[in-house]
């Protein structure tokens, strides 16, 4: 491409970005500005019209994807020239420090030391020390090992500042993990950075050989970038200072790896002479989506503001439907994307949640519906290791001979069982032709037994848990009472807690998770057999190919992703926002920026949803929510209620005054509130309702009611009958049930 033609499909504010190259530049780019544009035109045009040499230029960003779309999009823009450098933070680190690094003493062969290795020295050096790596768990002490490191202390300010004996010990495992990290001539991902930064710091050669070199630099993603980067970033263009940072302050999602806000909200202060760009017109969503979406973010006090627009139509309005549990909510989602695809066949809708625990109803819903999805930023529900881990012991309870359901569970979690013995056990049940819980038992039993002590009081107290599990499977137990027996006997649960970090939280969430769908089992009538069939037939892997239509990911996996359809769903005060973060501002505003983000990946349409009741933790009955404080901060002018009260509402309607399939609600000062600030009212089609009853439901068609219950403040329970959709347990008030008859 020619120089010209480098800025002739740019706006004004794109085409200001490009064209500044000297010096500070900070790019404010909101959602679907044209971010990834601006930042590949600005380094063509650096070398296409100002005549700079490819290899003086860097960029860097976050990920491989990210940079690899990078390059393409430079070199399609500079022909056939050399390319400069463009890369994650990391892979610059090393090259750094593969050139470099013996000018502050280091050694150039160093090792890289990934996650699981990482681990593994933790728990030897614990192991040295005596530590119980149950009651300090190696991941958590990790953790807090890397949040350290990015706020730049090491083991010395760790231990000066311990609290209590758990954080001594964790200073002191930081300071032996860092002597044998030496010893071994290697280096971890947090290291890469802040050796390359001290390498710039202590050897004036380095940087002013780095920083002759490269003359301009580039960071994409700014608001995610931590204390060290910052620091790798000011040494780099400590000379000349060309520096152009581009990001979005209400993007900036992630605290908890250690990005820093700061560094985006003070840069003009860090950098007196800085120019600041906003990219404000959006080529992505419609009108009423981006006004949605910029009425919940302006909310949040840590922000340079910006306001977004577009030239697009107004578009459909915001959806927000208010189902009567979570089980509707994730029928009524799949029934939607039925629809929308028998409309648009080659539409992309995605189905975005806080957490990855809450895609299983959706998963199931989708299945039902016979919908093909995929799972991203996470396995599929029932791949999830400690899923897999508890139906494993449902899997051994029901049938005592599934050896690789035992193998699995034996040592999960840890009980004292080594190599050795597991060795030991399936050589006893290769010879004598039998299951492996058979051949534990015949070990147990034998007189004198060939187990080590400690090996046999472990291994007995696994086969008391197992006989107690079968003696309740056979017994027709549910298996809700079988997974609470697990996690209470095993303490799988109480491990996860203990670790303390956000990996653990999101698995006790899939545990809670698991107990729902137990629970929902339960009211669905289903044997233990046949819970574990529906399990083990989710778990089936489907032959994806690259244009599934719906999409499944937690709102941090979809940055940076667009789709026609989104739908944000569990909009629900301690689901989204997280419970957390609610005694925190700053948390709260991160979760605030979190939902900008996910309403901002729609393109054409969003929908807002959340249940009036949720089951908690597999709890025996559902809990009222809370609506989520930001879909009440959505403007009820630019709502659509698709909730069933609207639809019967519509209906009701004078034929002239009837609009599309679902009306947009107008609230005025004298209308009823929206449905997202109260519950619908009882439905009044359904009163008389009793057992025999024939009903009609709006999703499931026509049943009947089996059970009527009292429930709490007068919210009765119905029991219905739907063929083809087995047994449903609905709240009267919310079901919306129409008698036929009984």
């Given at each position: ?587 709260l505003e991160e979760e605030r920026r979190l939902c900008y983000v996910g309403m901002t990946r729609a393109r054409e349409r969003l929908v807002l949803t959340r249940a009036a009741y949720r089951r908690r933790y597999g709890a025996g009955s559902l809990e009222a929510t809370l609506p989520s404080r930001f879909l009440r901060e959505v403007p009820s002018a630019l709502i659509e209620d698709l909730s069933p009260r609207a639809a019967a509402e519509a209906a009701e309607a004078e ?88």
């Amino acid at each position: 491409m020619t120089a010209s033609a480098l800025l002739a499909d740019l706006n004004p504010r794109q085409r200001e970005a490009v064209e500044h190259t000297e010096g500070p530049l900070l790019v404010l780019a909101g959602a679907g500005s044209g971010k990834t544009r601006v930042i590949t035109r600005r380094i063509a045009y650096l070398i296409r019209a100002r005549q700079v040499p490819a290899r003086a230029i860097l960029a860097m960003t976050f990920t491989n994807k990210a940079a690899g779309e990078m390059q393409e999009r430079v070199a399609a823009a500079i022909g056939g020239q050399a390319p400069p450098a463009i890369s994650t933070f990391h892979a610059f680190c090393v090259r750094a420090l593969r050139a470099d690094y013996a000018a502050v003493g280091g050694r150039r062969d160093f090792v890289i030391y990934a996650e699981d290795e990482q681990l593994a020295l933790i728990k030897a050096i614990a192991k040295q020390l005596g530590i119980d790596d149950k009651q300090l768990p190696p991941r958590a002490v990790l953790a807090r090992i890397s949040r350290a490191k990015n706020e730049g202390r090491g083991p010395e300010a760790m231990l000066e500042k311990a609290a209590d004996p758990r954080s001594e010990r964790v200073a002191v495992i930081y300071e032996r993990y860092q002597k044998a990290l030496a010893q071994a001539n290697a280096l971890d991902f947090d290291d890469l950075l802040l050796e390359t930064e001290r390498m710039l710091r202590q050897s004036p050669e380095v940087a002013e050989r780095l920083n002759e070199r490269y003359q301009y630099v580039h960071v994409d993603e700014y608001q995610d970038t931590n204390r060290p980067q910052y620091q790798l970033m000011k040494q780099l263009t400590a000379q000349r200072r060309n520096l152009c940072v581009v990001g979005d302050e209400d993007q900036s999602i992630y605290s908890w790896r250690g990005a820093d806000l700061r560094n985006i909200l003070d840069f003009e202060r860090d950098f007196p002479a800085a120019r600041v760009v906003r990219l404000e017109q959006n080529y992505r969503s419609t009108r009423n989506i981006l006004d949605a979406a910029s009425a919940v973010v302006a909310n949040n006090v840590e922000r340079k503001g910006k306001t977004l627009w577009t030239e697009a139509d107004a578009g459909a309005a915001v959806g927000h439907y208010l189902a009567p549990d979570g089980e509707n909510e994730a029928l009524w989602v799949a029934d939607a994307l039925r629809r929308q695809l028998a409309r648009e066949p080659r539409s992309q809708a995605a189905i975005l949640y806080r957490t990855n625990a809450q895609s299983r109803p959706f998963e199931e819903a989708l299945r039902r519906y016979d919908l093909r999805y995929k799972v991203v930023g996470g396995f599929s529900f029932y791949e999830r290791a400690e899923i897999k881990d508890l139906l494993a012991y449902l899997k051994a309870a029901a049938n005592p001979a599934d050896s690789v359901a035992v193998l699995r569970i034996i040592t999960t979690p840890p009980r004292g069982i080594g190599r050795a013995t597991l060795d030991l056990l399936e050589r006893e049940a290769a010879a004598a032709g039998a299951p492996l819980l058979a051949a534990l038992a015949r070990l147990l039993d034998a007189q004198p037994t060939p187990l080590p002590p400690r090996a046999a009081a472990a291994l007995a107290d696994f086969r008391e848990l197992m006989d107690e599990l079968q003696r309740l499977a056979a017994a027709n137990a549910r298996p809700r009472e079988l997974l609470r027996l697990v996690l209470e006997r095993t303490g799988y649960a109480r491990l996860l807690e203990r670790e303390d970090t956000p990996e653990a939280e999101a698995r006790l969430e899939n545990l809670g998770e698991l107990l729902n769908a137990a629970a929902d089992s339960a009211e669905r009538g289903e044997s233990l057999a046949e819970f574990l069939d529906h399990a083990a037939l989710v778990n089936e892997q489907d032959d994806y190919d690259a244009e599934i239509p719906i999409t499944l990911m937690t709102l941090h996996a979809a940055k940076g992703l667009e789709f026609s359809t989104v739908f944000l769903v569990g909009m629900e005060d301690g689901l989204f926002p997280h419970a957390r973060t609610l005694a925190s501002p700053r948390e709260l505003e991160e979760e605030r920026r979190l939902c900008y983000v996910g309403m901002t990946r729609a393109r054409e349409r969003l929908v807002l949803t959340r249940a009036a009741y949720r089951r908690r933790y597999g709890a025996g009955s559902l809990e009222a929510t809370l609506p989520s404080r930001f879909l009440r901060e959505v403007p009820s002018a630019l709502i659509e209620d698709l909730s069933p009260r609207a639809a019967a509402e519509a209906a009701e309607a004078e034929p002239a005054a009837r609009g599309p399939r679902y009306v947009r609600q107008g609230y005025s000062q004298e209308a009823a509130p929206p449905a997202w600030h109260a519950a619908p009212p009882p439905s009044r089609a359904a009163a008389g309702l009793r057992p025999g009853v024939r009903v009609r439901h709006q999703r499931f068609g026509a049943g009947t009611v089996l059970r009527v219950e009292e429930g709490e403040a007068g919210d009765r329970k119905i029991t219905v009958s739907f063929p083809g959709y087995g047994l449903k347990k609905m709240l009267e008030r919310y079901a919306g049930l129409e008698t036929l008859g009984g």
